[in-house]
């Protein structure tokens, strides 16, 4: 093991003395580096602005689009609670409807006994319009007689106009004589 220690200086000390020969070449290696290290450096800073070209507009719309689910997630919700509502009030009216039903239903029932009723109603109206339908015919006899006797009271009419005519003229024919008769018999008067 102490060979091995010795013959690692031995190295170290080789390599300080050549470095220590050749200043030159000691300041073109840190040259070098340098040109190396600012090469990373101008890439690293081109690579870097195309990621910002890249990353800040995404991260952009990103927000955006993180913002416009939220607002469409807390509209839905807002309409299934609007829409649960709905549905409430709406459970209460077809409650409120089922119970008018079965007043509804009592109503019909009352309908239909009192159509029965005139259904009955109707039947005897019929019996009793045939009824009068035949004593309807009989009518048409007694107005036919009616019409025979207007004209049998019109001809009597005109004979009782001609008797009075006959009574005037016999009233004028008699009274003049018994006019002059009056004057001869004082007491009749």
């Given at each position: 093991m102490p060979e091995a220690v010795n013959s690692s200086a031995a190295v170290d000390s080789a390599v300080a003395q050549s470095v220590a020969e050749t200043p030159l070449r000691r300041h073109n290696i840190f040259d070098e580096s340098g040109r190396?290290?600012?090469?990373?450096?101008?890439?690293?800073?081109?690579?870097?602005?195309?990621?910002?070209?890249?990353?800040?507009?995404?991260?952009?719309?990103?927000?955006?689009?993180?913002?416009?689910?939220?607002?469409l997630v807390y509209s839905l919700s807002h309409d299934m609670a609007t829409m649960a509502r709905n549905i409430s009030e709406m459970t209460k009216s077809i409650e409120l409807m089922v119970d008018d039903m079965g007043d509804m239903s009592g109503n019909v029932n009352k309908m239909s006994a009192n159509l029965s009723s005139m259904t009955q109603n109707i039947n005897r109206m019929t019996t009793h319009i045939e009824g009068m339908h035949t004593e309807m015919q009989h009518l048409e006899y007694i107005r036919q007689s009616m019409t025979t006797m207007g004209q049998d009271t019109h001809l009597m009419v005109n004979s009782v106009e001609g008797m009075r005519r006959e009574m005037a003229s016999m009233n004028y024919n008699i009274g003049r004589p018994m006019h002059n008769m009056s004057s001869l018999f004082p007491f009749i008067n």
């Open positions: 190396h290290m600012e090469r990373i450096a101008s890439v690293f800073e081109s690579s870097a602005k195309r990621w910002e070209l890249m990353v800040y507009p995404s991260l952009l719309a990103f927000v955006i689009l993180a913002s416009y689910g939220f607002f």
